[in-house]
């Protein structure tokens, strides 16, 4: 498996639906290859922020006033 090849496969690694001697090729190359290492692990740590992000969206609650706010302002400008 080549760096190409890794970037084709990541998702599904990363979701563990890689079939296993496909993913064993894969754990094999992150072994040797510092750069996919370090490209995986940025991938990961995104994905994570990203999740992070949605958590906190969801808890998130917007003040009544704002949206009255927006609103008004929408109105005024039509």
Known sequence: ????DLS????????????QPVASEFAGHLDGCDNCTVFVEQY????????TLLIEDERCEVPE??????????????
Not at 1 to 4: K, T
Not at 44 to 51: L, S
Not at 65 to 78: E, F, G, P
């Open 65 to 78: 006033d704002l949206i009255n706010a927006i609103v008004a302002s929408l109105k005024a400008t039509r």
């Open 8 to 19: 084709e496969f990541l998702q599904d690694y990363l979701a563990g639906e890689l079939p």
């Open 44 to 51: 990961r740590m995104t994905i994570a922020a990203g999740r």
């Open 1 to 4: 498996m080549n760096c190409r």
